[in-house]
Structures are given as structure tokens and as C-alpha cells.
């Protein structure tokens, strides 16, 4: 290896020790496809890391400046594909707040139900995934079973089970089914049971105990300083929730708890997501229990389609119908920047609006991007094989990460 190949931030005299420069990704199985972490190791312990986010080539803020409103919220389902519905309807608030709209009393506890159970879904991928790189693939197997179940629970309502696009400007593209709180209250029962068993098998394991614990360490401070958020940022004491700090849609209805740790390593990571679970349970059966009835959209025909019986008799319905289709909603000029409480931290959309049916300028805060940019400081001083460990829990998302 000469000195011109190594990188520009990258020496030869620093190998001149018996240092080693490893490439770790993208291809590697943990590294989830297309992140790449460019490891100075001593052995088998890192001594500096380098890391690439790497590409998609999604284009996500681009395109939806491209399209119109309700036209971007199924790109919005491919942000975080574990857990759509906080993504649809956090963009659905941010044009709503633009517009100085409130949608009905019913549409906001449906879209706390969702995003709820979308937030169980993401958080045991993260758990079933990360214990199977860890080589504990029954539990694999345990919390996607209950994942199941749950999709199963989401595609009733929305009509998809990954990429559901269940928002609109102003309100829902349907109502619940008949049978929903019924067919929630089974999906619970299994969820419970599945994690359980999981919790049997790993909480208490030794070896699944020695892998996390004390790995991925990082301080209150240094979390707080790259903007961490979610459950890498509780682990370390902070009990920062956009659920409690800046109560949106009917959160400050229900009675829940913000599980914290305490040393900011991958075990408080992961026991902080196993109690957020039990808690987005105890907040959706709140909600179907307080569910109201009434309307699922907006009623002013400049919002919403029109049901479509007035459609076909109404003319004013129609030309709703018509403008809505196809120039979609026109927010008045200004800015606006709404965020909600994701799977992995704060998801947050400053939307820039000109007037028009489609976004002048949009931005997403995907959470992934802060978490994968403190990865360097995580794994630094640790063993090459708690990089696994700690990737795993700081659940990276590429459609998110790099948009």
C-alpha cells in the first residue's frame, strides 16, 4: 500500500506502528447496505474511524418539490419503511400548520393510533434484528412474528402493510375498520407474549448482557451535542420526547411513561426501546378507548376531496374535486417546521411554501443522520466486534439517512 491510495485524512506514518486501515461496509451483512466505516485498528481494537453514509440516491426533497402536497406523503412512507405512519403523519401536520387547519377530534387519535403502532413495529426490527447479528436468531424470529401482526393491524386500516400512505392534507384516506380495537387488542396479546419470551431469552443473558453492555458508550453531553434524539438519547438520562416536550395531535390526553437510562450504552438502548414498547400500548389502548366519532377529514372542500356522492350531484363538489386532483392544496406564503416523536428521535419538516400547489422548498431532520454521525465517537476504543452491536442499536435507516 503506497501513501497516494490511503485517503487524504489518512497517513502513512500512522500505520508505521503495526496499525491496520480495515474497510468495514457497505457490503457487510451489519452494515445494512449502504453505510461504509473506514477502521485504524490495533488489533482488535478500534482506534479511529472514518464514516461514509453512502448512497441511495433517493432524492426525496427534491422530488416532492416537484409534485404536489398529498402527492409527496407516499414518498414519505420510504423515509423510515419500518415505521411510516409517524412519517405521513408528521408531513400532514407540517402542511396543516402552514395552512392554519386543524383536523377533526377523530383523525387525530387515529393518527396517534398509527404512529404508535408504527413505533412498536420499527422498534422490534431494531431489537429482532440486532439480537440476530448477535447471533440470537430465535428472538429474530419472536418479535417479527409479533411484527406481523401488527402489519397485519396496519394494512386493515391503510391498505398497505409497508408503504401505506394513510395521511391527506386535512385528514385520512379512511376511517378505521369495524373490528379494529378488537383485532388491536389480539395483536397486543401476541405482542405481549412474543416479547416476553424475548425478554426470557436476552435481558438476563450473559452473553447477549456482555455484547451491550458498556459497548457504544457515549456521555450526556457528547449525545446532546450531536443532536441525538430518541432512544440513543434517553439512554444516556436525557428524557427528551417530542411526545411530552411539544405535545402535538392528542398526546397530552393519555397518561405514559418516557423510559431513560442511564449510561448511554447499548444495553440502556435497548432496554430503553423494550419499555417504549409497553408504552406505545398503554397510549393506543388509551386511544381506542377514548376514540370519538365523527368526520376523518377536514370539512372544507379546499382541503379535502369531497365524498364523492356530492360529486357526482354537486358541481361545486366537482370542481373541488377537479382542482384538489390536480393543482392540490395551496398553502398561503411562508415557512414552517413541524416535528414529531419517530422510531429513532425527532423527525421534523420545514416546508417553504410560494403560494402554490407544490412545495417551493422542503427539507427533511431525519434522526438516523445524527445518530450515524456520532457513530465514529461510539465504536472509537472499542473491539471491531461491538461495532455490530452498536450499529444495530442506533437502528440506522438509509431511506431517512440519506434522503
Known amino acids: 500500500m503506497t501513501k497516494t491510495e490511503l485517503p487524504k485524512n489518512w497517513s502513512l506514518e500512522n500505520l508505521e506502528d503495526g496499525r491496520l486501515v480495515l474497510n468495514m461496509g ?23 474511524a472514518d464514516v461514509e453514509i453512502g448512497y441511495l440516491h433517493r432524492g426525496f426533497e427534491k422530488t416532492c418539490e416537484n409534485v404536489t ?35 377533526p377530534v377523530r383523525t387525530q387519535y387515529i393518527r396517534v393510533i398509527m404512529s404508535e403502532i408504527s413505533r412498536i413495529t420499527d422498534h422490534l426490527t431494531c431489537i429482532g434484528a440486532n439480537a440476530m447479528e448477535l447471533s440470537a436468531f430465535t428472538v429474530y424470529f419472536y418479535l417479527i412474528n409479533a411484527r406481523e401482526a401488527l402489519y397485519k393491524l396496519g394494512d386493515s386500516a391503510a391498505g398497505g402493510r409497508i408503504t401505506p400512505a394513510y395521511t391527506r392534507v386535512g385528514g385520512l384516506t379512511r376511517d378505521l375498520p369495524p373490528d379494529f380495537k378488537k383485532d388491536a387488542a389480539e395483536a397486543f396479546k401476541l405482542v405481549r407474549k412474543n416479547l416476553a419470551d424475548s425478554d426470557k431469552l436476552l435481558t438476563r443473558n450473559r452473553i447477549f448482557y456482555d455484547r451491550l453492555h458498556n459497548t457504544g458508550h457515549i456521555s450526556k453531553e457528547d449525545a446532546i451535542s450531536l443532536s441525538f434524539t430518541g432512544p440513543a438519547l434517553r439512554s444516556t438520562g436525557v428524557p427528551l420526547d417530542v411526545r411530552k416536550a411539544t405535545p402535538y395531535l392528542v398526546y397530552d390526553r393519555f397518561d405514559f411513561d418516557i423510559p431513560v437510562g442511564s449510561n448511554g450504552d447499548n444495553y440502556d438502548r435497548y432496554l430503553v426501546r423494550l419499555e417504549e414498547i409497553q408504552q406505545s400500548m398503554r397510549i393506543v389502548e388509551q386511544a381506542l378507548a377514548q376514540l370519538p366519532d365523527g368526520p376523518i377529514n377536514h370539512p372544507d372542500f379546499n382541503v379535502s376531496l369531497p365524498p364523492k356522492e356530492e360529486v357526482y350531484g354537486n358541481i361545486e363538489a366537482l370542481m373541488a374535486h377537479f382542482k384538489l386532483t390536480f393543482e392540490g392544496v395551496k398553502p398561503p406564503k411562508g415557512e414552517v417546521y413541524q416535528a414529531v416523536e419517530g422510531g429513532n428521535g425527532e423527525v421534523g419538516f420545514y416546508i417553504v411554501s410560494d403560494g402554490t400547489g407544490r412545495p417551493w422548498r422542503l427539507r427533511v431532520r431525519p434522526p438516523s443522520f445524527a445518530l450515524t454521525g456520532g457513530l465514529a465517537k461510539m465504536i472509537k476504543g472499542g473491539y471491531i466486534a461491538d461495532i455490530v452491536a452498536t450499529f444495530g442499536q442506533i437502528n440506522m435507516i438509509g431511506g431517512e439517512l440519506e434522503r
Do not use: W
Not at 457497505?26 to 479511529?48: F, K, Q
Not at 408531513?91 to 396543516?96: D, H, K, M, N, Y
Open 69 to 103: 402536497y398529498n402527492q409527496c406523503v407516499p414518498y414519505t412512507d420510504r423515509l423510515n419503511y419500518v415505521s411510516p405512519f409517524i412519517n405521513n403523519v408528521g408531513f400532514a401536520l407540517a402542511v396543516e400548520k402552514l395552512m392554519g387547519i386543524e383536523t
Open 26 to 48: 457497505p457490503s457487510h451483512p451489519a452494515m445494512h447496505g449502504i453505510v461504509r466505516v473506514l477502521l485504524t485498528v490495533d488489533g482488535e481494537r478500534v482506534s479511529d
